[in-house]
């Protein structure tokens, strides 16, 4: 794959290699200035390594709906979804962005997942009337906000995507998150509202549009002649945190069940039929309690100290999680994701170690300490127990 036109703009700094977001620009010189005109709708974030899997053929909304956490079977034409694929034991392993125009079913996957996506596909298709390939060559990713609805005319960073988006079948290939609001068939643990607050995923408007790979330069001209903002992964990412959403390739390890990091607002639907790892599924939501829980962390920023993914959280002296995603957010500062013990105290100040110090951090809940047993079931006293 040739290198972005994108990293070609003036000021285009690339994200680090070991960033998810490699060899696409981290930024173009001011983050923070970015990431405002990316929120307000006015930019358009580079995401061309993403990766673009296709699976035709008249079974694939039912083939894909058997096997991921989603009810996929229903799907119209340029709707979007977003579903998991999990281990037997209910263990995330892939996260789909799903559209369909009604002859193809679109899925825009991580960069360092596509092969392994494609690959379980290809395992898995038997006698079915499917046919998965790798469109990644073909396609790439553009990401957005949609503007807030104020009765204003169009970005143009709107207008220029919606020129430039890839078609098929009469349908334009673009996903639009739905973190915004639970969708049907799933449960948020989450409850801002106890403290007077909206869930801040609710103004997170975010849209993915596949764009033909050989338009990017055509867009990116537009871009170069100040027609069209543009902004960097940094700024996409800081957004993403603050509206406490997970994503696979930052809060997901190999121990990773959605709910877990509230992903059963979503991805999972708890009415559909058997897939793998529902079990899991339903016994953690129903009866059981996550292990684990994703917070979030407004982080000191008065000594200066950069958090990077994987520095562990303290409670006292103990370690209790590590930061799964960090940023710098334009009106909150420096902030995080984090996965911590379910045990760890919700009221406790937190601490982050970093090999240049300490960085005190106060948590917000996400997931609830008492997540889960959503079912009620009393307890039954042990037999021969005493009754005080």
């Not at 690339?14 to 010189?29: F, I, L, N, Q, R």
């Not at 919606?162 to 989450?190: C, F, I, K, M």
């Not at 110090?357 to 997931?367: N, R």
């Amino acid at each position: 794959m040739t290198a972005s036109p994108f990293l070609a703009l003036p000021g285009a700094v690339a994200a680090d290699s070991e960033s998810p977001d490699a060899d696409v620009a981290a930024h173009y010189g001011n983050p923070l200035t970015e990431q405002r005109a990316l929120q307000r709708g006015d930019a358009l974030v580079d995401l061309s390594t993403r990766g673009v899997v296709a699976v035709s053929g008249g079974d694939r909304l039912s083939w894909l709906d058997s096997m991921s956490s989603q009810s996929l079977r229903t799907l119209a034409p340029g709707e979007s979804a977003e579903a998991l694929l999990l281990d037997p034991a209910g263990h995330i392993e892939h996260a789909l962005h799903v559209v369909d125009d009604g002859e193809t079913t679109w899925l825009l996957v991580e960069r360092s997942d596509t092969d392994a996506v494609l690959d379980f596909l290809q395992k898995m298709r038997f006698m079915l009337r499917v046919e998965p390939a790798d469109r990644t060559a073909d396609f790439a990713t553009v990401g957005r906000f949609d503007a807030p609805d104020d009765g204003t005319s169009a970005s143009q960073a709107s207008v220029a995507l919606e020129t430039a988006a890839a078609s098929a079948n009469g349908v334009r290939l673009q996903w639009r998150d739905p973190w915004p609001t639970v969708v049907a068939g799933g449960h948020q643990y989450a409850h801002p509202e106890q403290t007077g607050q909206q869930h801040p995923g609710a103004e997170y408007h975010w849209v993915e549009t596949l764009v033909p790979r050989d338009s990017l330069d055509a867009l990116a001209e537009r871009v170069a002649s100040g027609e069209v903002q543009v902004a960097g992964t940094l700024a996409a990412e800081a957004l993403r945190v603050a509206a406490w959403r997970p994503r696979l390739a930052a809060e997901v390890d190999e121990r990773t069940i959605p709910h877990e990091l509230d992903w059963l607002r979503t991805a999972v639907h708890l009415n559909k039929g058997c897939y793998r790892g529902q079990e899991t599924i339903a016994k953690v939501h129903n009866l059981g309690h996550p292990p684990r829980r994703l917070v979030f962390l407004h982080l000191d920023g008065s000594e200066g100290i950069a958090v990077p993914p994987g520095a562990e959280v303290l409670s006292g002296d103990t370690v209790v999680g590590r930061v799964t995603s960090s940023a710098v957010h334009h009106e909150l500062g420096p902030i995080a994701l984090a996965v911590v013990k379910r045990s760890t105290d919700a009221a406790a100040d937190l601490t982050v170690r970093t090999s240049d110090g300490a960085v005190a951090a106060a948590q917000e809940t996400i997931v609830p300490t008492d997540a889960g047993a959503e079912a009620h079931v009393p307890r039954i006293p042990r037999l021969g127990a005493v009754r005080r």
